[in-house]
């Protein structure tokens, strides 16, 4: 199965770099480019694209905004977002994880990385580095907590492992270090936190981080 990519950047070198890379590779495709946060969303409804590699700041639309769009349209439910930065603005990498997007990546990624994240991505799974990941949205969910009372309330609907496993999720382990540390097979670790994503609304892995942390179930690291 081919995987088809969206490119959403506004640098027309940079996205030519990206074609000719993707282009070169058996198993995906590039399905349309967008130079603007709205032709990407224009782009993503007509050219059904699998992943969209998208750039945070473009005219018209900025990139997050553009990925809330795409990630709240129900026709495009299989639609996946890969941010692209520098990682110069950790806050906007963190807005982009809320509205929807699967990971990000940074811009000067190594041509291998970058097809492994697409092919990551366009498999279901989030693309979630721990160290980066889990700092950025703990540095700034410190400074905008959920209530405790309406946190606990978010979290009712999860069994305690499944609130056990959510809590390992957003620290960074996977499901087979998840199964090592509550001396459960990866399959069984696998069910748990597919169930947890069901009961919150959580379209992958990286959308559990975010609402672990959002809800107080896990606490960010004191800085």
């Known amino acids: 199965m081919t995987i088809r990519v969206l490119l959403a950047d506004d640098q027309a070198l940079l996205r030519a770099t990206f074609r000719l890379l993707l282009d070169s590779t058996a198993d995906i495709e590039v399905a349309g480019e967008a130079s603007t946060g709205t032709e990407a969303v224009l782009r993503a409804r ?3 694209a699998d992943v969209v590699l998208m750039d945070l700041r473009m005219p018209e639309m ?3 905004e553009a990925t809330r769009r795409i990630t709240a349209d129900e026709e495009l439910q299989g639609v996946r977002v890969l941010v692209l930065t520098t990682f110069e603005d950790d806050d906007l990498v963190v807005q982009a994880l809320r509205a929807g997007a699967s990971g990000f990546l940074g811009k ?3 041509p291998a990385g970058l097809l492994a994240a697409i092919r990551t991505v366009a498999a279901g799974e989030s693309l ?3 160290l980066a990941t889990t700092a950025l949205i703990a540095r700034f969910l410190e400074h905008a907590p959920v209530p405790r009372r309406e946190g606990a309330a978010l979290v009712d609907p999860l069994t305690a492992r499944e609130e056990e496993v959510t809590a390992l999720v ?5 499901n087979e270090e998840i199964g090592a540390r509550l001396f459960i ?3 069984t670790a696998k ?6 994503m069901m009961k919150t609304a959580s379209r992958d892995r990286a959308q559990l981080v975010v609402f672990a942390y959002e809800t ?6 004191r800085r």
């Open 62 to 64: 900025d990139g997050i």
């Open 191 to 196: 069910t748990h936190v597919n169930r947890a």
């Open 108 to 110: 000067g990624v190594e």
């Open 216 to 221: 107080g179930l896990v606490s960010p690291p």
């Open 185 to 187: 097979s990866p399959a």
């Open 170 to 174: 957003a620290v960074g382990l996977s």
């Open 128 to 130: 979630l580095s721990p």
């Open 46 to 48: 007509t050219e059904r």
